[in-house]
């Protein structure tokens, strides 16, 4: 799998299971819609008064799994920015969740709802759905 593929796999599949860490250090986890943008960043929305983005604001520190039920998964890790609103990025990262999402289009105008992007620092494939499993590392640079 390489970058576009990730970009792909990600867009086919929406959804994720995201692990921040919290205050004391132990692993928080949310279910959520993600997308990813062409640059193969991850973005998703939450409320502000979530755990995961105050987890996010004190340790952008980020696990993302996607995949699973179809016998195949892209596990990552990366580096959470919390965008501000307004900004250039936001309106980029924004625009990638809302063509993914046109459903949830209203929270990307909600101040209750933050956009957060995820910059991966390191990606893994696995394909468990014929013969021997298959676990590939990405090349992300």
């Known amino acids: 799998m390489d970058r576009s593929e990730l970009i792909d796999y990600v867009l086919v599949h929406g959804d994720a299971v995201v692990s921040t860490l919290g205050p004391d250090g132990a692993p928080q986890s949310a279910y959520?819609?993600?997308?990813?943008?062409?640059?193969a960043e991850?973005?998703?929305?939450?409320r502000g008064g979530s755990r995961k983005i105050a987890n996010l604001r004190r340790d952008p520190r980020i696990a993302v799994v996607i995949g699973g039920r179809e016998?195949?998964?892209?596990q990552a890790e990366g580096r959470a920015e919390v965008l501000e609103p307004g900004s250039d990025e936001a309106a980029r990262c924004a625009s990638a969740y809302a063509e993914a999402f046109p459903w949830f289009s209203t929270s990307l105008t909600n101040p209750e709802f933050e956009l957060v992007r995820v910059g991966l620092d390191w990606a893994r494939f696995g394909d468990y759905r014929e013969g021997p499993p298959v676990s590939t590392e990405i090349e992300l640079s």
């Open 71 to 74: 016998r195949s998964t892209l």
């Open 42 to 46: 991850l973005v998703f929305n939450a």
């Open 32 to 39: 959520l819609s993600i997308t990813a943008t062409d640059r």
